[in-house]
């Protein structure tokens, strides 16, 4: 089973710019497809985006689509989140999961498989 950290959360302004890391461990991470989720305080955990185990195909919520960028490092078993023009509604615990790839493929909302990591924090001032 793949274990997951996630990096990268802090403090910026509307309109910043901030990269999150997924770090994961154990050999079969590069098979899986991977997907960013967000909660933001009194709400549910949403999706954000995902890609599959190659990088090719990604899939990403309208509410970010254009701003955030998806991408993955296999040989070093991260996946990255390029976050760009982010604003106040983007503040929330961000958590990266393994997901299943054919949601991925298909455009629609990935069903979660296997355990979260612990998330990382970012916060957008006005």
């Known amino acids: 089973q793949v274990q997951l950290v996630e990096s990268g959360g802090g403090l910026v302004q509307a309109g910043g710019s901030l990269r999150l890391g997924c770090a994961a461990s154990g050999r079969t991470f590069s098979t899986y497809a991977m997907g960013w989720f967000r909660q933001a305080p009194g709400k549910e955990r949403e999706f954000v985006c995902a890609l599959t185990w190659s990088g090719d195909i990604t899939h990403y919520a309208g509410s970010v689509k254009g701003r955030f960028t998806v991408s993955r490092d296999n040989a070093q078993n991260t996946m990255y989140l390029e976050m760009t023009s982010v604003r106040p509604e983007d503040t929330a615990v961000y958590y990266c999961?393994?997901?299943?790839?054919?949601?991925?493929?298909?455009?629609?909302?990935?069903?979660?498989?296997?355990?979260w990591g612990q998330g990382t924090l970012v916060t957008v001032s006005p």
């Open positions: 999961a393994a997901v299943d790839a054919a949601s991925v493929v298909a455009g629609t909302t990935p069903n979660v498989l296997g355990a």
